[in-house]
């Protein structure tokens, strides 16, 4: 499984971005998907989660009311809608999914991150 993350980069606090990741795998549409960050000098941290229908959506308290998961399962993509962006958002950003299909939360492989920045 290979999964490729895209759409980063510098942007100014209070505006968008949106994220990409696209999967490699049969059946994308069988997978939950999540996205997770990790800020310079901290751990990874939770970000946002879709199930593999894509009708039910989790988020990290942080983001609530500021970020959008959706997926486009023809498309095996997942994207992360950014908006009103903090400084504090700053961080690499990576995809996950798990192995078992039907499942949410066993978060088993992780795409090679994409790096948002934003200047205050």
């Known amino acids: 499984v290979q999964l490729q993350a895209s759409g980063g980069g510098l942007v100014q606090a209070g505006g968008s971005l949106r994220l990409s990741c696209v999967a490699s795998r049969r059946s994308f549409r069988k997978y939950a998907m999540g996205w997770f960050r990790q800020a310079l000098g901290k751990e990874r941290e939770f970000v946002a989660g879709i199930n593999w229908v894509g009708d039910s959506t989790y988020y990290a308290e942080s983001v609530k009311g500021r970020f959008t998961i959706s997926r486009d399962n023809a498309k095996s993509t997942v994207y992360l809608q950014m908006n009103s962006l903090k400084p504090e958002d700053m961080a690499v950003y990576y995809c996950?999914?798990?192995?078992?299909?039907?499942?949410?939360?066993?978060?088993?492989?992780w795409g090679q991150g994409t790096l948002v920045t934003v200047s205050s």
């Open positions: 996950a999914t798990p192995a078992t299909e039907y499942t949410y939360g066993r978060w088993n492989y």
